[in-house]
């Protein structure tokens, strides 16, 4: 069986050597296929445009807001949204700015975001029709979350340690000043 195979493939070498232009066109045409398919499916996502609405009128939202829009993978986008817009009407506007391909990706931040005690979640809302778009989109938002955290607990982290040796030196100032009282005490009940 084997050689019989080998017959096969040896008569159609012998035969692609004889045929230069079949010999040539297996060799080009998937290498021509090949860089237009690379060209045509490119995937990195580069220019996102995304537009960030703030409604929360907390620090958090707004670290959060001016973190989304300094990213360096993100287009900022202005929405324009009027002062007084109520929740439903944004989300449509949003959907309605994606829809009509103005932005990729509209990032929601809602009254409640930031409040003490209360869970802070954002909406999303990313352009579907375009798949690897959405995933990268996804994938961004999620580094660019990252970020923000690790730059909040920084802050926070500077804040605490900026608090707590001010408290230490208070503390100390205070034990300080109350052991020169009882010192000078000591010397005016001696002296």
Do not use: C, N
């Amino acid at each position: 069986m084997m050689r019989r195979i080998a017959a096969v493939m040896h008569k159609e070498f012998i035969h692609l050597r004889r045929d230069r232009r079949t010999l040539a066109m297996m060799i080009v045409i998937p290498l021509v296929w090949l860089i237009l398919f690379g060209y045509a499916f490119s995937f990195d996502v580069s220019d996102l445009r995304v537009a960030v609405v703030d409604r929360s009128g907390t620090d958090t939202g707004r670290i959060l807001a001016r973190a989304f829009h300094d990213y360096e993978k993100f287009r900022p986008v202005d929405l324009p949204v009027p002062g007084d817009a109520s929740l439903p009407t944004i989300v449509e506007d949003a959907r309605e700015r994606i829809r009509l391909d103005e932005v990729d990706m509209v990032i929601l931040l809602p009254p409640s975001f930031g409040e003490p005690g209360e869970q802070a979640r954002l909406q999303v809302m990313i352009d579907g029709s375009q798949l690897f778009s959405a995933q990268a989109g996804a994938r961004l938002l999620q580094e660019a979350m990252e970020e923000v955290l690790d730059e909040v607990q920084e802050e926070i982290r500077d804040d605490l340690r900026a608090e707590v040796v001010r408290e230490a030196q208070e503390r100390l100032e205070a034990e300080w000043e109350s052991r020169l009282a009882a010192v000078r005490d000591r010397l005016r009940a001696l002296g």
